[in-house]
């Protein structure tokens, strides 16, 4: 199989999540999961700077945890930023085991 493009596939995910808007809160409570206040501070949502940046899964975690970090009602900032280090040790990880060649191409 080859290589797949994580944004094209987040893309496509969104794409086809969005004829859903509707059904997903019958409780009119979409926002929370639409634009969540908690992933989209200074008007950027992490997601788009995620797919802007074409980070990987495990570098769009980290980003993700870090900048929702105090920000979601019911998760503490310590856990958050722990999470998002969990991400960042286990790609610390796999570019140790390419030799430490990972380079982006800008």
């Known amino acids: 199989m ?3 493009d994580c944004s094209d596939v987040a893309r496509a995910v969104r794409s086809a999540l969005t004829p859903l808007k509707k ?3 019958p ?3 979409f926002e929370k999961v639409e634009h969540p206040k908690h992933y989209s501070g200074g008007g950027i949502e992490v997601w788009d700077a995620i797919i802007a940046w074409d ?3 495990l570098l769009g975690n ?4 870090v900048a929702r970090a105090g920000r979601k009602p019911g998760e503490s900032a310590v856990n958050d930023l722990l ?6 040790d286990k790609e610390i990880e796999a570019i140790k ?3 430490g060649q990972n380079e ?3």
């Open 2 to 4: 080859g290589c797949v």
């Open 83 to 88: 999470k998002a280090r969990q991400y960042l």
């Open 62 to 65: 980290v980003v993700k945890y």
């Open 104 to 106: 982006v191409q800008m």
């Open 27 to 29: 409780m009119g409570s």
């Open 97 to 99: 085991a390419k030799g």
């Open 55 to 57: 980070l990987d899964f």
């Open 23 to 25: 059904e997903v809160s």
